[in-house]
């Protein structure tokens, strides 16, 4: 369905709610996109759409299959990071870097090359480029000649591994980086120097770069030069961004910035936010994509107002929002692929395990391997956006053996979920139970476990903030509580960080999704049917 909407004059933060990080702004024509992180999750790299900077559709994923992404084996929080979205020549540009581990003092990120003719592809095979550092851009400069950036990782003990931001030139008809590479950039002393991207404007190049974390002590650090290469000069202000010092906003580690300049000549910073969860502090939701009004002084130097987040700003001088196509709450799976906010785990949604066609107006989900394992898991997911959520999904499913489990899942990684699922006794009574991942150690909510007389049954997760519940129902309508909360602050990047204190392996960077899992544990061409999906906030 669309919805009429009448003239609007602000826009309200986050305007990509949930799991969307890092994000990248780009604007062709009267076109605006946001590109965001997507980790271990396909679609690799997140796109979404707006006219007017108010209302935003998601278009799914750009890095749909294993041609353009192979996610197999990557670990928790690996993945794609900080893709960066350019147009030039007629070309979209994606630069994007798939990270292999954290462990070591070691990243490994490969940096990759895309390009389309429009979003919707098709998308040419990728340009490997250097795996020097993560968080790449392309500037495209005025004389024609593009320039890959990034920040430049140092391995070696006792250094800084956050070591500057390099800068090298990429050949479009060689397609590969050429000549020298230059650190034009050591940072300040906030550290963690990343994220960079460079705009041009009245004869000043501009770099502008995440510092500080990605955490409460984030900020987007701006420096500028006469020259592409430097040197670099500060802005004797301080951070353009941050939200460290203020604990009283809503809206805390602000930081990765992404500059858009409207037709009309107004600019925006697109940049990242979190929502903690009172009083743990964790935020559930992730880190969630905002947008702030950048004015520009006489002096020069990119302002946002009071250099805080805040929640709500003006939108463009004479924005009307234009009528959207709305994403229905309710999935009945009457299309042949997933809809743009379904996400899969390690492995894109293909015919080995996916089926929108044998059953019509169901989801056939092949069963994966366990939930602690990182190749072919079968969970098709979408991202919590709200505190206060509500996810449905009706199942149809005869396991064969213990072996075999189909359900619903609250899920941040391999070591922090819930499952709500039906599998088999010893006997072959079908039986409904919720297992619990915390710190990778798996155990079975005691008390709850049901056996059912039916093969179709209802699945519901609620979210009430920290509270997560589970209900199910046998009859329509009549829906019976399972009778204990779980936390479901444990679904967090906070949570991930301290299960190690000080051990970088335990770094987490997503945010919590609800889904539908299946597995076949013993490889035995078990499967699951889900008659629909439904997910509303409030």
């Keep these: ?33 946001i590109a965001t992180s997507t980790f271990e999750w396909y679609p690799g790299v997140r796109v979404h759409h707006s006219t007017d900077l108010v209302d935003w559709r998601p278009l799914g994923g750009v890095l749909t299959e294993r041609r353009l992404l192979d996610l197999t084996g990557t670990a928790d929080s690996c993945g794609v990071w900080a893709p960066n979205l350019t147009y030039a020549n007629g070309l979209f540009h994606l630069l994007y870097t798939d990270v292999a581990t954290f462990a070591g003092g070691y990243w490994d990120p490969q940096n990759y090359l895309v390009t389309a003719p429009n979003m919707a592809g098709p998308w040419s095979d990728p340009v490997v480029l250097h795996g020097r550092g993560f968080d790449a851009s392309l500037f495209h ?20 591994r956050f070591a500057g ?67 670099y000069t500060v802005d004797p202000s301080g951070p353009m961004l941050t939200s460290a010092g203020h604990p009283d906003l809503a809206l805390q580690k602000a930081g990765h910035g992404s500059l858009v300049e409207t037709p009309d000549g107004e600019w925006y910073m ?77 492995r894109p949604a293909g015919p080995d395990w996916i089926d929108l066609t044998a059953r019509p107006s169901y989801l056939r989900i092949r069963g994966g391997q366990s939930p602690m394992a990182r190749h072919r898991p079968s969970l098709v997911a979408r991202r919590v956006t ?30 922090n979920w819930y499952y709500l699922h039906v599998t088999a006794d010893d006997d072959g009574t079908p039986v409904l139970d919720v297992l619990c991942c915390d710190s990778g150690r798996v155990t079975a909510a005691p008390g709850l476990r049901t056996p059912l007389g039916v093969r179709r049954v209802g699945l519901r997760a609620r979210m009430d903030e920290a509270a997560l519940t589970f209900a199910y129902e046998t009859t329509p309508g009549e829906w ?33 999704f609800v889904g539908l899992w299946v597995q076949d544990l013993g490889a035995e061409g078990g499967y699951a049917d889900f008659d629909r999906a439904v997910y509303t906030t409030g």
Excluded at 141 to 160: F, I, K, Q, V
Excluded at 166 to 180: A, E, K, N
Excluded at 187 to 205: C, F, K, M, Q, S
Excluded at 493 to 504: K, R
Aim: aromatic share 10%; hydrophobic share 35%; proline share 8%.
């Design 165 to 231: 931001i390099s800068i090298q030139r990429y050949d479009h008809r060689l397609r590969r980086l050429v000549g020298p590479e230059q650190v034009i950039f050591d940072g300040t002393d906030a550290g963690l120097t990343e994220a960079p991207v460079i705009y041009r404007r009245d004869g000043w190049y501009y770099l502008v770069t995440a510092e500080g974390g990605t955490t409460l002590t984030h900020q987007v650090t701006v420096a500028r030069s006469r020259r592409l290469l430097g040197p």
């Design 1 to 33: 369905m669309t919805i009429a909407k009448a003239a609007v004059s602000t826009i309200r933060n986050p305007v990509l709610p949930g799991f969307h990080p890092d994000p990248s702004i780009l604007r062709v024509g009267a076109d605006y996109y």
């Design 270 to 346: 697109a940049h990242l936010v979190a929502r903690p969860y009172a009083p743990s502090g964790r935020c559930v939701l992730g880190r969630e994509t905002a947008l702030q009004k950048v004015e520009w002084p006489v002096d020069g130097w990119p302002r946002i107002r009071d250099g805080v987040p805040a929640e709500e700003i003006p939108a463009p001088a004479g924005v009307t929002a234009t009528p959207q196509q709305v994403v229905s709450a309710i999935d009945q799976f009457d299309t042949p692929v997933l809809g743009p906010d379904w996400s899969t785990l390690r």
């Design 141 to 160: 400069d005025d004389d024609g000649t593009t320039w890959m950036l990034s920040m430049r990782a140092d391995w070696r003990p006792g250094n800084n």
């Design 386 to 415: 709200d505190p206060r959520c509500t996810f449905e999904a009706t199942l149809e499913f005869v396991p064969r053996n213990f072996r075999q489990l189909a359900g619903i899942t609250a899920y941040y990684n391999s070591r």
């Design 480 to 512: 019976q509580e399972l009778g204990r909360t779980f936390d479901a602050t444990t679904l967090s990047d906070e949570y991930a960080v301290t299960l190690v204190p000080g051990e970088p392996e335990a770094w987490g960077f997503t945010g919590a």
